[in-house]
Nanobody, 112 residues
Framework: QVQFVESGGGLVQPGGSLRLSCAAS??????LAWYREAPGQLRDWIAR???????LYKDSVKGRFTISRGSAKDTWYLQMDNLHVEDTAVYYC????????WGQGTQVTVSS
C-alpha cells in the first residue's frame, strides 16, 4: 500500500531553517506536494512540484520555502528558510491529488 514517511521537523527559532524529507513507496508519485496542518486549521498544500519540475507555492511560503525532488526514487524535500511563528504546524507529504493514506507527519515548531 502507499506509504509516506516524513522527517526533519523540530524546534527552531524565528528566522531559522529546517529541511524536511519525504520518502514514499507503493504508488505512483507524479506531482509531489507538501501539506501542513496548524492547530485549529485544516490540512492544506503549501508547495508542489510537477513531474516536469514546475513548482508552485502558497503565498504564505513563497520566497521562503523550496520544494525539490531527491535523487533517490520517490523522495522529495522541503527547504524552509526564514521560518515564522505562523509556520508552526505538522507537515505532511503526499501527491498534489492526495492519496487517502497519509504519513504521521513531522512537527515543526517555530518559537523563541
Amino acid at each position: 500500500q502507499v506509504q509516506f514517511v516524513e522527517s526533519g521537523g523540530g524546534l527552531v527559532q524565528p528566522g531559522g531553517s529546517l529541511r524536511l524529507s519525504c520518502a514514499a513507496s507503493g504508488g505512483t508519485f507524479l506531482t509531489l506536494a507538501w501539506y501542513r496542518e496548524a492547530p485549529g486549521q485544516l490540512r492544506d498544500w503549501i508547495a508542489r512540484i510537477s513531474a516536469a519540475g514546475t513548482t508552485l507555492y502558497k503565498d504564505s511560503v513563497k520566497g521562503r520555502f523550496t520544494i525539490s525532488r531527491g535523487s533517490a526514487k520517490d523522495t522529495w524535500y522541503l527547504q524552509m528558510d526564514n521560518l515564522h511563528v505562523e509556520d508552526t504546524a505538522v507537515y505532511y507529504c503526499n501527491t498534489y491529488v492526495p492519496y487517502s493514506s497519509w504519513g504521521q507527519g513531522t512537527q515543526v515548531t517555530v518559537s523563541s
